[in-house]
């Protein structure tokens, strides 16, 4: 089957949306509600197009392909009405930039950019709510939420918490737990998927707050060191400190395909505790006491050394640990096999 | 896992036991929670405690503690029974069948309803959902494994696979969820008593030769002891020194006033960590070691993907990576090992280990690989067992119930059983030292079922004595349904309530694993 868009004839699959044929055949269409991993509502009204012989502009991203559609993603019209989608987002709540952690990495901020709305053309509205940040994990300011839902839908379509639904009609409307509870006196479990999928500001990593965004930051791609799922995630770096773990917005990697839990997401400030063991020590007197790395490691390889030829290798034992790397745990295994010269090595598998 | 996690979403029946999958896997929960609610998969929830999942679940089937044979053999009772089967599977794939038959011949329905508590026809519509759907999948944990009998268990479900061929293709397979980021990896590379790399077997000369040319040494051909039996061999003094890498033992093993004795007996303890922790408390050495932000290296997940850590931020003081302490002080003994960076060693697993052949640092530096990959060209496998099984023809093992090596009496009348919850992690060293997962639950429970409660005179948030044979702590009460009962359930994360005072040492003989999820316990208000 055969669609046009901009000019181009475009292959597609029954079942793939308007808006996916453009994608896969490199023609742009912005949208803000839509997301790959989430079921396409058509919302926003940002991702509208001309499609000849229809009535009226059609939301591109919930719009089956249908062969034969001729469909225009740039027309004057097109470009009008996207423009009073974004205008009238804006109207609602308060879009501060300027200390927005999401600014440079919000899709509300490129849309209004591209499209040149420099002043925004309806007044700003009542005053401000007040941010929720009583948790210590995720700061919402629905000051900036554009109410696309994607939080509503991330949560109950990828997560399936069930935590997050809509509320309240027009201008009332709402996103959030029930009954307007905040995240922490809900049932929420703070995986941090709507943080993930919120294309504005409005939903935040607490402990990364002013502490730098955007191009500021060296994201290192790397594996998750809790439970055994193998989740990958970017520790989010600047001035040699962890700001944040974050995954990516789209196309994230198997096997978490960018979900994390509270603990991959929201656990990783252990990591600059100041308990943090820094200099090797040996026990004096019974008491623990500092010591170079020479002079740690001769008294580990004595002690090993002595009970070796007074006592045969299986009068020495190891733990090795399912914490360390696969390298860490061969080397581990190689030393008392290779170079003590017993099988008395495990780890913590069983516990 | 014999499957992928990625799988998970193509079953079209889950039997899941053992696993507080949403708690302590969230990631892989999601999986399987979206299976249910958007393509109608079942869940067969098997489970004592009333967990998250059993929201989700088509058939909960809730049994006592330690009777994991008895409803897994009164299944395939059943599917023998109503002609279940998959017979073309069972003739073409195994060897053994009749002698199953005849073993689970008497656990039928109602003999099962007595042993576990799992009413009669709740367990022939379960047994009929596993057997009937086109792709099922086993999803365990250590709900199953820790048990003296867990080895049993385990080939229990294993029996159950291949009865109904429920193994060898997308959707199905018996999948256990590891829990430690990388207790794969660990086993993977040969830290276990009996197996080098790859699982090659050290009494097996043949197996050793590769490692013994490799490392251009000859290597011991005895098995050696397992963390238990280390430790009961430190207490008789057999064992005189340990190095521990990484690991709590005085907050992770059972009975921790044996292990306590054990440690204190050692001429020298050696511990590499990062954080000072209940064990450091008793070395006489103690090394600054790196964690997995500081470090460059591979972990291999549940489903055998092996990933990439890249260390992000600088090391803490003088702490060194495990692997340049364990280069030093090999190096002080006299060996001749030159490895400069994390990529030097798996160039030699590569070598040495036949299932990470093809797994190299270029080749996994977008996405990992799932091994067995024997060469460099090889795209990993997602899947095992799909044609044969490792050892040709899968075996029917024969397994009997038998009870827990505790059971409950009028002095220690309920039954523990332990585990972890969503906001920590393990002996909580890392996440007790995260603000938001402390925030979430800063303080060590115990789950009473309200009625047990209302006979004990407890309400929410008093302060419980809870003793066993081995010991007595203090914490604070949760009353909830979440256990039946006659079951209470602590979460081992907590130093000043560490739930292994009171947890029974006694050991499946195969695998020994503790029987973490059984003792017996008495449970009073704290005066």
Redesign the interface.
């Known amino acids: 089957m055969v669609l046009t868009i901009d000019g181009i004839k475009c292959e597609f699959t029954q079942g793939q949306t308007v808006y996916e044929v453009a994608k896969e055949n490199g023609v742009y269409i912005p949208v803000l509600c839509h997301h790959e991993q989430i079921k396409p509502v058509g919302a926003c009204r940002v991702c509208v197009v001309e499609v000849e012989k229809a009535r009226s502009l059609i939301a591109s991203c919930a719009m089956p392909a249908e062969d034969g559609m001729i469909v225009y993603t740039n027309t004057e019209r097109v470009l009008k009405a996207r423009k009073l989608a974004v205008e009238l987002l804006l109207t609602q709540g308060h879009h501060n930039c300027i200390t927005c952690e999401s600014s440079g990495n919000c899709v509300l901020q490129d849309l209004v950019y591209s499209l040149g709305i420099d002043t925004p053309r309806f007044n700003e509205p009542e005053k401000l709510k007040e941010l929720e940040q009583a948790n210590e994990m995720i700061v919402r300011d629905m000051n900036k939420c554009v109410l696309c839902g994607l939080c509503v839908r991330a949560c109950n379509e990828v997560q399936v918490n069930q935590v997050l639904d809509y509320a309240g009609r027009g201008p009332t409307a709402s996103v959030g737990p029930a009954f307007g509870l905040t995240y922490e006196n809900s049932d929420c479990v703070f995986c941090g998927e709507c943080v993930r999928i919120c294309p504005v500001g409005a939903l935040i990593e607490k402990q990364g707050r002013f502490k730098g965004r955007g191009k500021d930051l060296e994201l290192v791609r790397t594996t998750c060191g809790y439970c055994g799922v193998g989740c990958q995630m970017d520790v989010n770096v600047k001035d040699g400190k962890i700001v944040k773990v974050t995954t990516p917005r789209e196309d994230a990697p198997a096997p978490n395909n960018g979900s994390l839990c509270i603990k991959g997401r929201f656990g990783y400030d252990f990591v600059s505790n100041p308990e943090r063991l820094t200099k090797p020590m040996i026990r004096v007197g019974g008491e623990l006491k500092e010591a170079t790395w020479d002079e740690a490691i001769s008294y580990v390889a004595e002690k090993l050394g002595s009970i070796k030829k007074q006592s045969g290798p299986d009068a020495i034992a190891g733990f090795s640990s399912a914490r360390c790397t696969n390298e860490e745990n061969y080397l581990f295994q190689k030393f008392l096999r290779a170079v003590v010269g017993t099988n008395n090595v495990d780890h913590c598998a069983r516990l | 896992m014999t499957n992928?996690?990625?799988d998970l979403e193509q079953s079209d029946c889950f039997l899941i036991t053992g696993t507080n999958t949403?708690e302590?896997?969230?990631?892989?929960s999601?999986f399987i929670?979206?299976a249910v609610?958007?393509r109608g998969a079942k869940l067969i929830l098997a489970d004592p405690r009333n967990i998250e999942l059993a929201k989700f679940a088509t058939v909960w089937l809730r049994h006592k503690p330690g009777t994991d044979v008895a409803w897994i053999n009164g299944l395939m009772n059943v599917i023998v029974s109503e002609g279940l089967l998959n017979e073309k599977f069972i003739a073409e794939r195994t060897e053994n069948v009749e002698a199953l038959k005849e073993t689970v011949k008497k656990y039928t329905p109602e003999y099962v309803e007595k042993i576990t508590g799992i009413p009669a026809e709740d367990l022939k519509k379960a047994a009929r959902l596993y057997a009937t759907s086109p792709a099922s999948a086993i999803v365990y944990a250590m709900g199953i494994?820790?048990h003296i009998n867990g080895t049993d268990n385990v080939k229990s479900l294993a029996n159950l696979s291949m009865i109904t061929g429920q193994i060898g293709r997308p959707g199905t397979g018996v999948n256990p969820?590891?829990?430690?980021?990388?207790?794969?990896?660990?086993?993977?590379?040969?830290?276990?008593?009996?197996t080098?790399?790859a699982y090659k077997k050290?009494v097996e000369a043949a197996e050793r030769k590769p490692?013994e040319d490799a490392?251009g040494?000859a290597?011991?051909d005895?098995?050696?002891?397992?963390?238990p039996k280390?430790l009961d061999?430190?207490e008789h003094g057999?064992?005189?020194?340990?190095?521990?890498?990484?690991?709590n033992?005085m907050m992770?093993?059972p009975d921790l006033d044996h292990v306590e004795k054990a440690l204190k007996k050692l001429?020298?303890l050696?511990v590499q960590?990062?954080?000072?922790n209940e064990t450091?408390a008793f070395?006489?050495?103690?090394?600054?070691?790196t964690?997995?932000?500081?470090?460059?290296?591979?972990?291999?997940?549940?489903?055998r993907?092996?990933?990439?850590?890249?260390?992000?931020?600088?090391k803490?003081?003088?702490?060194?990576?495990?692997?340049q302490?364990?280069?030093?002080?090999?190096g002080?003994?006299?060996?001749n090992?030159n490895?400069t960076s994390?990529k030097d060693?798996?160039d030699?697993?590569n070598k040495v280990t036949p299932s990470?052949a093809g797994i190299t640092y270029d080749r996994i530096e977008?996405?990992?690989i799932q091994w067995p990959c024997p060469n460099t060209e090889h795209p990993g496998t997602p899947i095992l067992h799909s044609a044969a099984f490792t050892r040709g023809k899968g075996l029917f093992s024969v397994c009997e119930h038998i009870p827990p090596a505790e059971e409950t009496d009028k002095k220690f009348p309920f039954v523990l059983t332990t585990g972890r919850i969503?906001?920590q992690?393990h002996t909580a060293?890392?996440?007790r030292?995260?603000?938001?997962?402390v925030?979430?639950t800063p303080d060590a429970f115990i789950e009473v079922n309200p009625a047990d409660a209302e006979k004990l005179g407890i309400t929410q948030g008093d302060m419980v004595d809870v003793s066993s044979r081995r010991g007595s702590i203090r914490v604070s009460a949760e009353v909830s349904n979440k256990c039946d009962k006659g079951v209470v359930f602590i979460p081992f994360h907590y130093t000043e309530a560490a739930v292994n005072k009171l947890t029974n040492k006694a050991i499946d003989p195969v695998?020994?694993?503790?029987e973490?999820k059984v003792c017996a316990v008495n449970v009073r208000k704290a005066k």
Request: net charge positive; proline share 7%.
């Open positions: 992928s996690i990625a949403t302590n896997h969230p990631v892989i999601t929670k979206r609610t958007q494994t820790q969820l590891r829990g430690q980021n990388n207790v794969q990896g660990a086993c993977d590379m040969g830290c276990l008593p009996g080098l790399p050290v490692f490392w040494t290597l011991p005895k098995p050696g002891l397992t963390i280390i061999a430190a057999t064992v005189k020194a340990l190095m521990i890498m990484g690991e033992p992770s093993d001429d020298v050696v960590d990062i954080f000072p450091t070395a006489h050495v103690v090394l600054p070691s964690g997995w932000a500081e470090k460059d290296g591979t972990f291999s997940n549940t489903e993907r092996v990933q990439r850590v890249r260390k992000a931020v600088q803490p003081g003088e702490a060194l990576d495990d692997w302490i364990l280069s030093l002080i090999a002080k003994l006299g060996a090992w490895y994390p060693i798996m030699e697993i990470y977008k996405a990992g969503l906001y992690y060293t890392m996440s030292r995260s603000k938001g997962l925030s979430r695998a020994n694993i503790p973490y």
